[in-house]
């Protein structure tokens, strides 16, 4: 099974600014997804990073907002941008290749 | 809308009792299933998944999948403290949707010694 980390593993962060997050796989995976979880909540999809191209947005999550890089098979990176206090939750990244395994998330509060 | 419903929780067992957890998906061409476990403050973790029509054990766990229905099960016997976490179905709508789980809301067991 792949193994992902992310950096930072929580951040507390003022509003108006924005946090990139990291998300590193240990092999190389076909697909890449950004998730989010606030509190008490299951998980939504964000976007599916795709490796060379522009990333696959979900309704009601935007590129200006959410924008995502993934210049090759084993790293993407997610910026929050313009945070709001909304904005905080765990971001999750996850990756499938045989099956979908997720990084340990990170913590953003805004405040 | 594409959903993924589970019973609601929280669900208290006795040690050693059977743990029964249901989920329901509205997409009838849905291929794939699974099972995540989440521990308070930790990630998803994988713990089962089932793609075909009947049961599938692994340890103290089975998966039911009922594809006429349109529902699959997640059955925990003899049920540890350590079970005690946030149980999240998850669903891949259909080959053409990317590959993209779609997550129930989850089921909170408490396993009670």
């Known amino acids: 099974s792949a193994v992902i980390s992310q950096k930072p593993s929580r951040d507390i962060c003022q509003r108006g600014t924005s946090l990139t997050i990291q998300c590193q796989v240990d092999s190389q995976v076909t697909m890449m997804f950004w998730y989010r979880q606030q509190p008490g909540q299951s998980l939504t999809l964000i976007a599916t990073?795709?490796?060379?191209?522009?990333?696959?947005?979900e309704s009601g999550f935007v590129i200006d907002k959410f924008p995502i890089s993934r210049p090759n098979l084993t790293f993407s990176t997610l910026t929050v941008s313009n945070m709001s206090p909304e904005d905080s939750s765990i971001y999750l990244c996850?990756?499938?290749?045989?099956?979908?395994?997720f990084g340990p998330g990170t913590r953003l509060t805004v405040l | 809308q594409k959903e993924v419903e589970q019973n609601s929780g929280p669900l208290s067992v006795p040690e050693g009792a059977i743990a029964s957890l249901n989920c329901t998906y509205s997409?009838?061409?849905?291929?794939?299933f699974f099972w995540y476990r989440q521990y308070s403050g930790k990630s998803p973790e994988l713990i089962m998944f089932?793609?075909?029509?009947g049961d599938k054990e692994d340890g103290r766990f089975t998966a039911q999948l009922n594809k006429a229905s349109q529902y699959v099960s997640l059955l925990i016997r003899d049920s540890q403290p350590s079970d005690s976490a946030t149980y999240l179905c998850a669903v891949i709508h259909s080959p053409s949707n990317d590959y993209k789980l779609s997550f129930g809301a989850g089921t909170t067991v408490t396993v009670r010694a």
């Open positions: 996850s990756a499938a290749d045989n099956h979908w395994f």
């Open positions: 089932i793609y075909s029509n």
């Open positions: 997409d009838r061409g849905s291929q794939s």
């Open positions: 990073a795709n490796q060379g191209s522009e990333a696959t947005y």
